[in-house]
């Protein structure tokens, strides 16, 4: 069975970004596939966080993970920092992988310009470590969406370079891609993104919420017509509409587009509603969980020693070729 790795860092709760480009694609995995989806805390604290909030937002994770649909039968459930092969291989990794590439990066580069006093060796490492995560449970499909596609470059790279030097070891990992591979933002510009105020939709978001979150979701006149736009306010609703509305929703007001007819007001209550439909029965689950904690210990705690025994053997393979054991 081919192996997949996936993770999420450790900011809180998802949002239907996470949701759609990366926890779809698990949900499909898990049902054919070897899966480890996992809590990324170490990556979460190379960017300013509060050490005092750090646990309660690994659990809002997992909680979101297990009341998605994730099943403790059908894949492993991990803590990256409770597995401390990750940082172990990560190591081993960076001594083959050039520090000018990792600087290069756009993800990194838009790290530092976002926090301009928080540049710190674990910002250029944080690809490093990514490829590790998956590289030691040797995953060959990853489920995230489009925004971690030079991630994954990097991964392949490091894959390739790695088996060229100390023989073949590790597959060249994919990107598995989503319908919702890009959700953007409702600020009318960019992606979907947890550290944009205003800019996303919570799992855990009830109907008013929901409403109140596209309420202020820019559009325009409704009097323009033509095409839909490629982007801005008015295309990222249209995307919102796909994924969630149905065809029938969607192919409706581009109609209502078309002919100068839209009515904004109605688009966001279908779309909302739309929304809820699909978070609904999410949050049902999430309620079971969250009064269940002790049941949501022993899974983590079942799947993260699973996951150690995977990790030491992959450990073991890269120090015996690497040398450093006999
Ligand atoms: P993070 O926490 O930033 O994002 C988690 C996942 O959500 C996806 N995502 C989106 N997809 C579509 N539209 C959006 N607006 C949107 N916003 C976020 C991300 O693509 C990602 O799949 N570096 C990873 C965490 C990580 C990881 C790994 C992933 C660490 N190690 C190993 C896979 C394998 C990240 O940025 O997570």
Known sequence: ?????????????????????????MLALQETHDCVFSVVDLH???????????QQNIRE???????????????????????????????????????????????????????????????????????ADVLLYKG???????????HLEVMREIARKFNSVYGETFPEPQRFKTEGEYVPSLVGSGK????????YINLTDDLETIKSRLAKAPTDSGAIGGNIPQEGGVANLFTLLRLFGGKEMF???????????????????????????ELQ?????????????????????????????VAEETMKEVKEKMGLVS
């Open 192 to 199: 979907m993104s947890k550290t944009v105020e205003g800019s």
């Open 251 to 277: 192919t409706k007001f581009v109609q209502d587009y078309h002919e100068k007819k839209i009515r904004y007001v109605e688009m966001k209550e279908v779309l909302a509603e739309a929304i809820y439909k």
């Open 140 to 150: 060959e499909l990853v489920p995230v969406g489009i925004d971690q596609e030079p």
């Open 44 to 54: 979460a604290i190379t960017t300013p966080y509060d050490p005092s909030s750090l």
């Open 61 to 131: 994770v997992i909680l979101d993970f297990l009341a998605a649909g994730l099943d403790p039968q059908k894949c492993k459930l991990e803590i990256q920092s409770r597995v401390p092969q990750h940082t172990e291989l990560a190591y081993l990794l960076s001594t083959i992988y050039p520090v000018s590439r990792l600087e290069d990066l756009p993800t990194y580069k838009d790290k530092k310009a976002q926090y301009p006093k928080y540049i710190n060796m674990g910002l250029l490492y944080y690809p490093v470590l990514m490829a």
């Open 281 to 309: 029965p999410i949050q049902e689950r999430r309620k079971e969980f969250e009064q269940n904690p002790k049941l949501v210990d022993e899974i983590l705690n079942t799947s993260i020693s699973q996951c150690r025994q």
């Open 1 to 25: 069975m081919k192996r997949v790795y996936s993770g999420i860092r450790a900011t809180g709760r998802l949002h239907l970004g996470n949701y759609m480009g990366a926890v779809k694609g």
